[in-house]
Every structure is written in structure tokens, then in C-alpha cells.
């Protein structure tokens, strides 16, 4: 069987790494432990799991640390984890599965990432990753932020999936700081880099400075064809934050230069008709995106609601907003099928026996 070693790197982390090593740590055979400078009782409880501990300085630059971690790994295969992620106990059984399955001929195996989650725990957003390196294939992580490797040679798409739980938030400075000091020191930022910035920028609600970021990252058409249609749909947000209604619409139809229609940006499209209450056109935005197909091994971001629920509970306002109540309640079983406990759902389950009754 092939070996795994988990390399991660760790700063006050005491609320959630035993919680994410208790859910991983009987399924590698090595556990590397790398602190960035922690103050907590982080190093004390990683000790409770392995004796491979490190300290690394920080010098704003994940991969670097990242890297630094790879490099103390001995065994077939380096994984990497961030402390508030986990493994779900079905999660585990596949990750045991697919260990076995391994014959040392893979290059890199994509893990599905889930980070974000509905009420009941079921996975609204999700995306794969390369999460386990053969580790003579000599991989290096690069990127001082939102750091990444580009999987080659023969590629494994697992079943498994991580689960990133965050019990609190992070420092909302430290990325748009590590990409400003980039700036600062004259970096040139690559695209992927640009991408992200334009997405900081956006959540630090400097709207104006992400749109001209997003925009130079588009025209310089040097882009990954995932970035680029999410790029369209962060330019959308922009805009409709600062009112901009044309280009906000316009934006979402820019993603079809690039691949055909997501049914992210289709419901984009439908809320945006929806929101001026020309229904017969939200309908069929809503409708063209429950019929798109997720390829959920694209690399791409997926907000998994958008090709089934949403489209559907949306659907069922449209068609009741123009008086024809069966394609409503239709719509609306169909969104049950999807989420048979969410409360929009019963609630409009509650609405329609109402208004059967009504002479």
C-alpha cells in the first residue's frame, strides 16, 4: 500500500486541530506539523500526534511554508490539510478506500473541498483541489497567497472530500496585505494573482479598485478559463454594488465568451430579471439553469444550490407571481425533492394546501 504523509502548517490553531487530526490521523502514516509562530497551546496538542514538528518563520508567503512542510515528508505521497478542516466519517471510509486503490502511478489526487454548508449540514459550495502529491514528482507549491500547484502527469479524482469548518474568522487583513506588499516591492502579479486580489479587493468593499483589477485581468486574456468566468460573475457583484445596473447584467453575459452558460451565472441572470419583476424572462434564466449539467471536476468553483434548488424555489415564485399556481406548486415539489426539510420549501407547501381550500 502506498504511504501518505500530512504535511500542515499551523499558527493558534488550539480550537480545531485535534478536532481536524482526529479525523485524519489513523489514515497517514506521517504527520508533519509545521508552526508559523503560534502563542497558543497549538504546539503542545499537535505533540500529542507526532513528534515531526517544525517552526517555520513567517515571512507572508504561504508557499513558502507550504513548501518548507513538503520538504520534511518521507513517505510515497505528501497531503496537506488546514487545521480547521476535517474528514467526515463517510468521508473517511472513501479516503481509506481510495489509499488502497493507489498504486504509486498517480501523480495527483483532486479531493472535493466543501466551504460552504446549508442548515443541514449538506454542502452548498464546493470545488476540487489537488490534495495529495506524489512526492518524487518533486511538486512545488507557488503563490505567497491562495497558493497552488498545478496538478500534471496522471490525475486521480477521489470520492473523498475535506470539509473546511471554520469556528472563527480569520485575520480579513492578511491576504489584501500580503497582496499590497507584493505591490509595494514592485511584484508584477501573475494572473491567477490578479484573480484573487480582484476578490479581496471586492470583500473590502473597494469596489471601484476590484473592477479595474477584474477588468485588466479579463482584457489581458492570459486568464484560466474558471477564473475568467468567475471573474464575469465578481464584476457583476461590483457593479451591482455601486448601481451599475447595465454592466451588471452585461458582465454575467460576458462569461459566455468563455464556455457556455453555468447555471451560476444563469441564476444571476434570472435574479437580476427577477428583482425588475419581468418574470416570463427570470423563468426562463431559472429554467435554462436547472437544466445545466455541474462539472464539478473542472477545477472550477460550484455553488451546487444553483442547479437544482434555487432555480427551482425561484421558479415557484415566478409562476405564482403570474397566477399560475400548478407550475408553482410543480416547481415547488420539485425544490422539496432536492431539500424536503427547508423551511421555504414547507412554507410554500403550507401556502398552496391554503389556497386549494379556497372556494
Not at 503542545?44 to 507550504?66: C, G, K, L, V
Not at 468521508?91 to 472535493?112: A, P, T
Not at 455601486?242 to 451560476?264: N, V, W
Request: contains cysteine; charged residues 30%; aromatic residues 14%.
Amino acid at each position: 500500500m502506498q504511504t501518505i504523509s500530512l504535511c500542515m502548517i499551523i499558527r493558534d490553531e488550539e480550537e480545531v486541530l485535534a478536532r481536524c487530526l482526529d479525523s485524519i490521523s489513523d489514515l497517514v502514516d506521517e504527520i508533519i506539523i509545521v508552526d508559523t509562530g503560534s502563542l497558543d497551546n497549538t504546539k503542545a496538542i499537535a505533540e500529542r500526534y507526532t513528534n515531526h514538528i517544525y517552526d517555520f518563520p513567517w515571512i507572508d508567503d504561504f508557499s513558502a511554508a507550504r513548501n518548507f512542510a513538503f520538504s520534511k515528508a518521507t513517505m510515497d505521497y505528501c497531503m496537506w490539510l488546514d487545521a480547521d478542516d476535517i474528514l467526515t466519517q463517510t468521508d473517511r471510509e472513501l479516503f481509506r478506500k481510495m489509499k488502497k486503490s493507489l498504486d504509486g502511478s498517480e501523480d495527483v489526487i483532486m479531493m472535493k473541498y466543501h466551504v460552504a454548508f446549508d442548515e443541514k449540514n449538506n454542502p452548498t459550495f464546493s470545488y476540487y483541489r489537488e490534495r495529495i502529491l506524489r512526492r518524487a514528482a518533486g511538486f512545488i507549491w507557488e503563490g505567497a497567497v491562495h497558493e497552488v500547484i498545478a496538478p500534471r502527469g496522471k490525475i486521480l479524482y477521489s470520492e473523498a472530500a475535506v470539509s473546511h469548518k471554520k469556528m472563527r474568522p480569520g485575520d480579513p487583513q492578511r491576504n489584501i496585505r500580503i497582496f499590497e506588499k507584493l505591490l509595494a516591492d514592485g511584484k508584477e502579479l501573475n494572473p491567477r494573482q490578479q484573480f484573487y486580489y480582484g476578490r479581496e479587493l471586492f470583500y473590502h468593499e473597494r469596489y471601484q479598485d476590484s473592477i479595474a483589477m477584474l477588468e485588466n485581468f479579463l482584457n489581458e486574456k492570459r486568464g484560466w478559463l474558471e477564473n475568467n468566468i468567475e471573474a464575469c460573475m465578481q464584476l457583476s457583484a461590483c457593479y451591482e454594488k455601486i448601481g451599475d445596473t447595465e454592466q451588471r447584467l452585461c458582465s454575467l453575459f460576458k462569461s459566455f465568451i468563455f464556455d457556455t452558460p453555468r447555471a451560476e451565472i444563469c441564476c444571476g441572470i434570472g435574479n437580476y430579471f427577477f428583482e425588475l419583476e419581468e418574470y416570463k424572462t427570470a423563468i426562463f434564466w431559472y429554467e435554462l439553469a436547472a437544466a445545466c449539467v455541474k462539472n464539478e471536476t473542472s477545477g472550477g468553483f460550484v455553488m451546487l444550490d444553483c442547479y437544482d434548488y434555487i432555480p427551482y424555489i425561484q421558479l415557484c415564485v415566478c409562476y405564482d407571481k403570474m397566477g399560475d399556481l400548478q407550475s408553482a406548486e410543480r416547481y415547488n415539489d420539485k425544490a422539496g425533492e432536492v431539500k424536503p426539510h427547508d423551511a421555504a420549501y414547507l412554507q410554500n407547501k403550507e401556502y398552496f394546501r391554503k389556497m386549494r381550500k379556497r372556494p
